[in-house]
């Protein structure tokens, strides 16, 4: 473009010099400025009122025909016409029509009046490249945090382009970011949250002033740091598993797929990660799979795998309490996932009734650890059946706890006991005594217990 402009400038002829003395000072005004394609008018000096005969001449030294106003000459082009009686309209510029302009008037003298044409083209187009980016379905660029991205950017006008980039954070201003050429590129090292926002090419044509300019949004993308996190927990009524996937500080927010494993069976995608099953869909000991996928993240996404189980119980089977006593049953829980919830079961009567804590019934839960105690103990009211029921979706498991509720026992019984223990006791004795060795214990007038420890000892021996 340059190179056809400047091969078809005028050569400037030193010839008539005494046209240049008789002109109007309006050479020394700026310059015409008019854009390829356009329409441009130029006046023949800055004259109001009846004009003259006006004839209209290109280049400078040696004028060339283009236009009079005697109508009986016709124009050099059809794109010259008169306008206003003097002014020169040509449409549809060319870089070609670049030059000086003469206009000779002839009133009461002649006078010639000098126009300095200058012909603008584009920019039209603003070429950018911004690599290596990923492209959004709807046509925006991103980019992953910490990567590289070259921008580069070009366009086309005559006179050549001051071609500028700037860049736009969301919710603050433009600021400059590039040189003033015409290629105009730059590249960013590591690429950081604060680097995302609206990038723009403005491309300016200095003799026009006509801009073009491209805005591209780059996201700068990030995956999050961390693995992904399960977990499976009670929904309402505990008959709900509610699976839960956490992977948190990416940008923008990860995908999740929940799959039963093996098999891979599909429980559903979604963005926040849960999915909710009910007890038709568990059993004991299967597995769920989570695979967080990110944009910018590992290709075959990150995962983590949950496996529900229903609870294991241990418990004392038998437990005594004397009557008006305390006495604390125990249940421990364990393998339940998700944590089962437990509860404490009289089956006295159908339906098993669920017991309440109150003045009687003290119930403490540690963990997966529950204790009853049952304060205050009556034989009529407490003996029986207790249930430790641990309940979570894969299941319900019980345990029984028999609870027997005594008389405590006084002193006089507990004497009586002893002393009859006592001689039953001298009874066996005696009768083993005579049946093995009968005259031994009957000689030397001793007691009969001493004679027995002696026998006992020789017998050791
Ligand atoms: C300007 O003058 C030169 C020399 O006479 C001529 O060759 C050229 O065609 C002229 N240019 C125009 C646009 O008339
Ligand atoms: C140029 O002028 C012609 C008539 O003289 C008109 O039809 C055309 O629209 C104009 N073009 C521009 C770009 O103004
Ligand atoms: C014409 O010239 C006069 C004085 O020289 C100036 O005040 C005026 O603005 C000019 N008009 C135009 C249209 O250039
Ligand atoms: C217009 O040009 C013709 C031919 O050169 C000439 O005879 C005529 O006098 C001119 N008219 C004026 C008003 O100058
Ligand atoms: C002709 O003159 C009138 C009034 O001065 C102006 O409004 C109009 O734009 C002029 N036309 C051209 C083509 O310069
Ligand atoms: C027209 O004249 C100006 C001086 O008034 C000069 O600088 C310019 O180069 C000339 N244009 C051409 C095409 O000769
Ligand atoms: C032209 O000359 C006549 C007489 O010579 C004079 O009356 C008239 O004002 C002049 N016109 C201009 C525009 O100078
Ligand atoms: C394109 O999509 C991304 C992600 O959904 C969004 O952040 C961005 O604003 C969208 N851009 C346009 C121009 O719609
Ligand atoms: C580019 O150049 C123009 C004019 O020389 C100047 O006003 C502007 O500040 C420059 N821009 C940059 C980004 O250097
Ligand atoms: C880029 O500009 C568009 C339009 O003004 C705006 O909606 C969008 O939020 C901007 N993007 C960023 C990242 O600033
Ligand atoms: C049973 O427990 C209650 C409350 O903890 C206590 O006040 C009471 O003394 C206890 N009774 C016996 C016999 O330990
Ligand atoms: C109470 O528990 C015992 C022992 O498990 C069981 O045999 C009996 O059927 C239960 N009674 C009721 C009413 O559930």
């Not at 003097?86 to 010639?112: F, M, P």
């Not at 009524?237 to 956490?246: E, F, I, N, P, V």
Request: glycine share 8%; hydrophobic share 40%; aromatic share 10%.
């Amino acid at each position: 473009m340059a190179a056809g402009v400047r091969a078809s400038r005028p050569q400037v002829l030193v010839c008539l010099g005494v046209l240049l003395a008789r002109w109007v000072a309006a050479g020394l005004e700026a310059p015409v400025i008019g854009e390829v394609h356009e329409n441009v008018t130029l006046h023949c000096g800055n004259i109001s009122g009846p004009r003259g005969l006006v004839t209209w001449y290109r280049n400078d030294s040696e004028p060339v025909f283009l236009l009079s106003s005697n109508s009986s000459f016709r124009p050099a082009e059809p794109r010259f016409s008169l306008a206003n009686a003097s002014s020169l309209h040509i449409k549809a510029l060319r870089l070609q029509d670049e030059g000086n302009y003469t206009c000779q008037e002839v009133l009461n003298e002649t006078r010639w009046f000098r126009v300095w044409l200058r012909v603008a083209c584009g920019p039209y187009e603003v070429e950018v490249n911004i690599s290596s980016t990923g492209t959004l379905p709807n046509g925006t660029l991103y980019a992953a945090k910490g990567s590289q991205v070259d921008f580069s950017c070009s366009s086309r006008s005559w006179p050549p382009p001051v071609v500028e980039w700037q860049f736009r954070a969301p919710d603050s201003s433009t600021e400059p970011f590039g040189n003033n050429v015409t290629v105009s590129s730059f590249i960013l090292l590591l690429m950081s949250r604060n680097l995302q926002g609206n990038y723009t090419c403005l491309a300016t044509n200095t003799l026009s002033g006509r801009q073009r300019k491209v805005t591209t949004e780059l996201l700068v993308y990030s995956p999050p740091p961390s693995a992904p996190q399960c977990r499976a927990e009670m929904s309402q009524g505990q008959l709900t598993l509610q699976l839960t996937c956490r992977w948190d500080g990416g940008y923008p927010d990860p995908d999740f797929l929940w799959t039963e494993e093996p098999g891979g069976v599909a429980v559903g995608t979604s963005k926040l990660g849960v999915e909710m099953l009910n007890q038709s869909q568990l059993s004991d000991g299967k597995k769920f799979k989570c695979v967080g996928s990110h944009i910018v993240g590992p290709e075959l996404g990150a995962s983590c795998v949950v496996q529900i189980r229903s609870a294991s119980l241990v418990s004392e089977p038998m437990k005594t309490c004397f009557v008006g006593g305390n006495v604390t049953l125990t249940c421990q829980v364990s393998g339940a996932y998700p944590p089962a919830k437990i509860l404490w079961l009289r089956n006295l009567t159908q339906p098993e009734v669920v017991i309440q804590p109150n003045g009687h019934y003290l119930i403490t839960q540690n963990g997966q650890s529950s204790t009853l105690t049952i304060r205050n103990c009556s034989q009529v009211l407490d003996e029986g059946y207790y249930v430790c029921q641990a309940k979570n979706p894969v299941g319900v498991r019980e345990v029984d706890i028999w609870l027997s509720v005594k008389e405590p026992w006084n002193i006089g019984g507990i004497v009586g006991t002893i002393v009859s223990l006592l001689l039953l006791g001298l009874a066996i004795i005696s009768g083993l005594m005579l049946y093995y060795s009968p005259v031994f214990c009957w000689k030397g007038g001793k007691t009969w217990v001493m004679s027995w420890f002696w026998w006992i000892q020789k017998k050791r021996k």
